[in-house]
């Protein structure tokens, strides 16, 4: 049923930071082969967004591996942990969501999950399942299985402390509801990111306080988004929607940095070691241009998320009109009445969903990033007169504007 351990240990490992710990993981794989039970492997999301990005899939490919090495995968939608936000790597207190905000973001979730994981092999939980249920006196039960000193290990709570930033005493609950999230569905192993890892040891403390096997903790790396420093994030503008048109997602990787192909083929793909080291090696090849390995990494994720076709369409799409510097076939128009709408650019942009808010508008005009007619526009209350423009907003979205 399942394969050697050896087998088992080296796709485990592939692309990921941290192994905690190894020895403890061949244990469980051993106990797996022995008795045919697959082992339980956690990972929680958030839904403080509705979407999910490409920096979302590179755990959730992780568990398509384990799945499609026999294991079965728990996936917790933190309805409970997304009202207080994670606060690993953040410099302040993130803004509490309402329970209905969460659960508006959720619905998208599972859908978006089954993109890629098989839904046969998958568990799927709200934490609120075991937190709405809990009594104060079990809350201050859990509260008692972690000290304040050790919570101010973290290091972002730590810096500040130091600079007098205000800390939450909610914040300080969440490595405990995640580490008793993993008490509630019995986790083995427990996949995050590397900066997540001050969380996924938590659990393990709050397993053993609840008399059950420590979780080995599995850290994989942060996927930087295409502006090529930044994590990924789509309140930094900088993210590959899974759910986003082809065509966008081909220009979008397009626009990443040559120093990250390799590591998105790595981490969102499913390249095998083999095609990976043929990745390596071509890359470094000097007589390669590496803009043609970029346009088989666009093309393969498209593959994944649409189809071959779609890929195939998408890349004629980009070629027409940053090859050739044609506009797009497909180009949508929009018919403004002057004496009806307001002409100001940003809100046109705005109402039909070219930004997503007027204030992204305003900071890609800042930013030099929207040209009217070819003519680069820097004023954020530009209105347009009577007549026919054609408005590009960064390198890939392109729309006519017919004001009457």
Do not use: C
Not at 119 to 144: C, P
């Amino acid at each position: 049923m399942f394969p050697s351990i050896k087998e088992q240990i080296d796709v485990i490992k592939k692309g990921a930071e941290e192994l905690i710990s190894e020895e403890e993981l061949v244990i469980k794989l051993k106990r797996s082969l022995k008795t045919g039970e697959p082992i339980r492997v956690k990972q929680g999301f958030d839904p403080t967004a509705p979407d999910i990005h490409l920096g979302h899939t590179v755990g959730i490919r992780k568990l398509r591996e384990f799945q499609q090495l026999g294991h079965k995968i728990v996936l917790i939608i933190g309805d409970y942990t997304g009202m207080i936000g994670d606060p690993s790597g953040k410099s302040e207190t993130r803004p509490r969501l309402t329970y209905e905000k969460v659960m508006e973001n959720s619905k998208t979730y599972e859908e978006q999950f089954f993109k890629i994981l098989d839904r046969s092999q998958t568990e799927v939980h709200y934490n609120g399942e075991w937190f709405a249920k809990m009594q104060f006196d079990e809350i201050m039960a859990l509260a008692a299985k972690f000290t304040i000193a050790r919570i101010m290990e973290r290091d972002d709570f730590t810096k500040r402390y130091k600079e007098g930033i205000p800390i939450s005493l909610h914040e300080f609950f969440y490595p405990l509801m995640q580490g008793y999230d993993s008490v509630a569905i019995r986790s083995d192993v427990e996949l995050g990111a590397t900066e997540q890892k001050f969380n996924l040891l938590a659990a393990r403390h709050v397993q053993r306080e609840y008399n059950q096997e420590p979780q080995v903790v599995l850290t994989l790396p942060v996927l930087e988004g295409i502006d090529g420093t930044q994590r990924m994030s789509k309140s930094l503008g900088n993210y590959v929607g899974i759910d986003e048109a082809p065509t966008e997602m081909f220009g979008k990787i397009m626009s990443i940095p040559d120093n990250l192909i390799e590591k998105y083929f790595m981490l969102v793909t499913d390249y095998s070691l083999g095609q990976l080291e043929s990745v390596r090696q071509r890359l470094r090849n000097p007589n390669l241009n590496p803009m043609d390995i970029k346009k088989e990494l666009a093309g393969t994720i498209v593959s994944m998320y649409y189809s071959d076709e779609a890929a195939e369409q998408a890349q004629q799409s980009f070629e027409q009109v940053f090859s050739k510097k044609e506009l797009p076939d497909d180009i949508s128009e929009i018919m403004i009445e002057s004496e009806d709408n307001s002409p100001v650019l940003v809100k046109i942009l705005t109402a039909n969903g070219i930004v997503a808010s007027n204030g992204e508008g305003k900071r890609l005009i800042r930013q030099g990033a929207v040209r009217v007619n070819d003519e680069k526009i820097t004023d954020i209350n530009f209105e347009l007169g009577i007549g026919d423009f054609i408005v590009k907003v960064g390198k890939r979205r392109f729309i006519k504007i017919i004001v009457k």
